[in-house]
């Protein structure tokens, strides 16, 4: 390892200097269409069948912008409390880049939709208690509406990057694909908590644009990825560092470990009397580690001139109105507002927002079933099942609704939690709803009582032993029987109705 990429231990690092942290935050929208064109969206489709003309480049493609994807633009800006510009235009950022087939990314440059925002963060108590909570306010400078690139694919070689690799691929679905990115102001002030910061900022903001609808946010395939700048100082007083900009970091884990690496790293480089490069690094999510990109252009290199295929953006005052009344309740306010709602403990609502439950949760008990159970099931059973089928809560084949009807087969008496849960795997196998696979498989209790009576009394008749111990006073003898009369009826019986019969019948 070269020695611009030694580290030092990061609270060794920490207390010899400030840290500073700027975080750019890549939103694709969910829209049917691309920014600029009519092509589809589909995420996962075969390589080079989501493109047109104008996503590949082809000459005399003029390009058009999605309505839809403006609409999200401003309600991202009206959420994080910017200003939305009353006129903007598009402009074209020019470098040559194999998945850039145009060689230039139309973009925003000096004219962003949105401006001077903030966004509120709470920053949770560290997992030893050590560190208390506290809110942390992100000042935002700009969300601006660009296309995303197409995707490279290094094929040879041990990295996946071009270096080594025998050949290389262009996917140009992703090109012209809707972004809006999301540009902080150097965020000082949070010391030793940095990570943190980094971290809660990006899981609030990805709350946030989920409650907005305008993108799947799911970070594992692209859809949100935050680059991550990094300088450090002697103190607060000292001017601002040269940065690093760590790329397309793909998970809440890994943004609070590339602020926490780069840390380490910066701090080395400084202490051995060498300069900080000002360059773009990749994060390597298996050994934690950045290496080397390429040296960072600032945006002048960039040849910025305005797009003259667009019309410049005019935002009827009136329409942003209207917007604005769309604005969903913020996340942070809603949880709180439901866990005191709920009878929640802290630890629980975490749990449930870790999970991406809390939609399901919510809609559970809005369709009748109540605040504790409506989390049982899906935070034990359809936990667990996601689990093993290795997808989300929200793509199993089982509704709210369906799991509030189950509950209330619980409540009724029709069901035990037993049967509920084998009635729950013909739901998810697609045999109907609740109420259907109770009767298809014949899982409802047995209510009849005369049948109760006939298969305790059956119980007493082949265990006269057992009966003789509870006549003698050890009533605990009487699982046995209680056991017994379970097993023939298939588990469909009231366990403490049994047991009140075989007492009723041994005694008489």
């Given at each position: 390892m ?7 231990p ?10 500073v942290l700027g ?6 929208l969910s ?5 600029f064109?009519?092509?589809p969206?589909?995420f996962g ?5 989501q493109?047109?003309p ?5 000459p005399?493609?003029l ?6 994807a ?19 235009r598009?402009?074209?950022k020019?470098y040559?880049?194999?998945?850039m087939?145009?060689n230039?990314?139309t973009s ?5 939709i949105?401006h001077?925002?903030?966004?509120d ?8 208690g050590?560190?208390?909570a506290f ?22 070689g041990?990295?996946?990057r071009?270096?080594g690799?025998e050949?290389?691929l ?19 002030g949070?010391?030793d ?5 980094a971290?809660?900022?990006?899981a609030?903001?990805?709350d946030?644009?989920r ?10 395939q692209?859809?949100l990825?935050?680059d991550?700048?990094?300088s450090?100082?002697p ?11 760590t ?5 809440l884990?890994s ?6 690496y780069?840390?380490?790293r910066?701090a080395?480089?400084?202490?051995s009397?060498?300069?900080?490069v000002q360059?773009?690094r990749h994060?390597?999510?298996?050994t ?5 990109g390429r040296?960072?252009?600032?945006a002048?290199d ?8 667009l019309?410049p953006i ?10 604005r ?23 629980e609502m ?6 991406g ?10 369709a009748?079933?109540?605040p504790?159970t ?7 059973e ?7 089928e290795?997808?989300d809560?929200?793509?199993l084949p089982?509704?709210p ?7 209330g087969l ?8 037993r ?6 795997e013909?739901v998810?196998a ?8 109770v009767?298809?498989r014949?899982?409802a209790?047995?209510?009849?009582e005369?049948?109760?009576?006939a ?5 007493v008749?082949a265990?006269?032993?057992?009966a003789?111990?509870?006549?003698a006073?050890k009533v605990?003898?009487?699982?046995a029987?209680i ?10 019986a009231?366990?403490?109705r049994?047991?009140?019969?075989v007492?009723?019948?041994v005694?008489?």
């Amino acid at each position: 390892m070269s020695a611009v990429d030694q580290t030092i231990p990061y609270d060794e690092a920490i207390a010899q200097f400030d840290p500073v942290l700027g975080l750019e935050v890549h939103v694709e929208l969910s829209t049917a269409t691309k920014m600029f064109s009519g092509a589809p969206t589909e995420f996962g489709a075969e390589p080079n069948t989501q493109v047109d003309p104008v996503s590949l480049g082809l000459p005399g493609a003029l390009p058009v912008l999605n309505a839809k994807a403006l609409e999200s633009a401003i309600r991202i800006g009206l959420a994080l409390n910017c200003s939305i510009a009353s006129y903007c235009r598009f402009a074209r950022k020019n470098y040559f880049y194999p998945d850039m087939p145009k060689n230039f990314q139309t973009s925003q440059y000096d004219e962003p939709i949105a401006h001077d925002g903030f966004l509120d963060v709470e920053v949770p108590a560290s997992e030893d208690g050590t560190k208390p909570a506290f809110t942390y306010r992100v000042d935002i400078e700009r969300a601006h509406m660009e296309e995303d690139t197409g995707k490279s694919l290094h094929v040879g070689g041990s990295t996946g990057r071009i270096h080594g690799a025998e050949y290389s691929l262009v996917d140009y679905n992703r090109a012209g694909i809707p972004l809006i990115e999301i540009v902080t102001r150097p965020l000082t002030g949070a010391g030793d908590r940095v990570p943190d910061v980094a971290r809660a900022y990006v899981a609030t903001l990805r709350d946030l644009l989920r409650a907005l609808d305008v993108s799947d946010v799911k970070m594992e395939q692209g859809s949100l990825r935050c680059d991550v700048n990094l300088s450090l100082r002697p103190t607060p007083q000292d001017p601002l560092g040269t940065r690093s900009e760590t790329k397309n970091v793909n998970s809440l884990r890994s943004v609070e470990r590339a602020v926490r690496y780069e840390v380490g790293r910066h701090a080395a480089v400084l202490l051995s009397g060498a300069k900080v490069v000002q360059e773009t690094r990749h994060w390597h999510e298996d050994t934690g580690l950045t290496t080397s990109g390429r040296e960072k252009s600032d945006a002048e290199d960039y040849r910025y001139f305005p797009e003259p295929d667009l019309v410049p953006i005019e935002p009827d005052p009136a329409w942003v109105e209207s917007l604005r009344a769309t604005l969903p309740e913020p996340p942070a306010e809603r949880r709180r507002r439901l866990t005191t709602e709920w009878g929640f403990s802290e630890p629980e609502m975490r749990d449930v927002l870790n999970a991406g439950a809390l939609d399901l949760v919510e809609a559970t008990v809005a369709a009748g079933a109540s605040p504790a159970t409506a989390r049982k099931w899906w935070m034990g059973e359809l936990a667990r099942r996601a689990n093993v089928e290795g997808t989300d809560l929200s793509a199993l084949p089982v509704t709210p609704a369906q799991v509030a009807e189950l509950q209330g087969l619980v409540d009724a008496g029709t069901l035990t939690d037993r049967l509920a849960r084998e009635a729950l795997e013909g739901v998810l196998a697609g045999e109907g709803s609740p109420t259907e696979v109770v009767a298809s498989r014949n899982l409802a209790m047995v209510s009849d009582e005369s049948a109760l009576i006939a298969a305790v009394d059956a119980a007493v008749a082949a265990n006269p032993d057992v009966a003789d111990k509870i006549r003698a006073g050890k009533v605990q003898a009487a699982g046995a029987l209680i056991g017994a009369v379970m097993k023939d009826m298939r588990g469909k019986a009231d366990a403490a109705r049994v047991r009140e019969l075989v007492l009723e019948r041994v005694g008489s």
